[in-house]
Nanobody
């Protein structure tokens, strides 16, 4: 079983930055793509960004392209989301997810507990 734990959420003013972290443990992590999703109050969970096992391929939702950057740690068992130029509409609970195989916006099997990001106007 793969465990994912997010950290780094908080309250920030519009235009500010936050860096989310996700640490993975519990099993061999080879060949797992990782991603970030978010869910705002009253809305469905939506895809934010994904990164391949190698870290070479990345994929972003249009709403965050150019503002957010996903990356992996050198040991491949951590993933980060650097969020710049934050907007109030970025307010949500952010979830880390993992899937065996290639980078994708869906089909993730493992999920973290989430971390709250609140952007004030």
């Amino acid at each position: 079983q793969l465990q994912l734990v997010e950290s780094g959420g908080g309250l920030v003013q519009a235009g500010g930055s936050l860096r989310l972290s996700c640490a993975a443990s519990g099993r061999t992590f080879s060949s797992y793509a990782m991603a970030w999703f978010r869910q705002a109050p009253g809305k469905e969970r939506e895809f934010v960004a994904a990164i391949s096992w190698t870290g070479i391929s990345t994929y972003y939702a249009d709403s965050v392209k150019g503002r957010f950057t996903i990356s992996r740690g050198s040991a491949k068992n951590a993933v980060y989301l650097q969020m710049n130029s934050l907007k109030p509409e970025d307010t949500a609970v952010y979830y880390c997810a993992a899937r065996y195989g290639g980078v994708s916006s869906g089909g993730y099997d493992y999920w973290g507990q989430g971390t709250q990001v609140t952007v004030s106007s």
